[in-house]
């Protein structure tokens, strides 16, 4: 298996922020035309990786969609940081902090309008570490 860690700033905003093209380099450099898995996996308590269609409004509709289930508000018991940050660590039950994307022919085999995306509501904490493991088939 083959690994990186892929350093991304989210900034002080919530986030749906495209992996793709961090995806698809390591992939080119790792699988040389072959076949296996791409795993992404943030390490952090207050994240997730999401497979979706990106632009077209759809990672807005993403943001709005966890605002609505995990508001911004003083009802979490886990209270620390900013004004609702107890919701952050609710995320990866939501949006798991991983994902595992086919490689076939060396290429991310995703369909024609999906992207991976880092989601990131924790305004508290701008820099984030993406682990991508290539394992050949």
Same mark, same amino acid.
């Given at each position: 298996?083959?690994?990186?860690?892929?350093?991304?700033?989210?900034?002080?905003?919530?986030?749906?922020?495209?992996?793709?093209?961090?995806?698809?380099?390591?992939?080119?450099?790792?699988?040389?035309?072959?076949?296996?898995?791409?795993? *992404?996996?943030?390490?952090?308590?207050?994240?997730?990786? @999401?497979?979706?269609? /990106?632009?077209?409004?759809?990672?807005?509709? /993403?943001?709005?969609?966890?605002?609505?289930? /995990?508001?911004?508000?003083?009802?979490?018991? #886990?209270?620390?940081?900013?004004?609702? #940050?107890?919701?952050? #660590?609710?995320?990866?039950?939501? *949006?798991?902090?991983?994902?595992?994307?086919?490689?076939?022919?060396? @290429?991310? @085999?995703?369909?024609?309008?999906?992207?991976? @995306?880092?989601?990131?509501?924790?305004?508290?904490?701008?820099?984030?570490?993406?682990?991508?493991?290539?394992?050949?088939?």
């Amino acid at each position: 298996m083959q690994s990186t860690v892929v350093a991304v700033t989210t900034g002080r905003t919530e986030v749906v922020h495209d992996l793709t093209p961090q995806c698809a380099s390591f992939v080119d450099a790792t699988a040389a035309g072959g076949d296996g898995l791409l795993h *992404i996996f943030v390490p952090h308590a207050t994240a997730g990786i @999401a497979v979706l269609e /990106l632009g077209a409004g759809s990672d807005e509709d /993403l943001l709005s969609a966890l605002h609505d289930l /995990l508001p911004a508000d003083d009802r979490w018991l #886990h209270s620390h940081g900013s004004r609702g #940050h107890g919701r952050s #660590h609710v995320l990866p039950a939501l *949006i798991s902090p991983y994902a595992t994307i086919p490689v076939l022919g060396g @290429a991310l @085999a995703l369909g024609t309008w999906q992207s991976v @995306a880092l989601v990131d509501l924790n305004i508290d904490n701008p820099e984030r570490q993406v682990r991508l493991s290539f394992l050949r088939g």
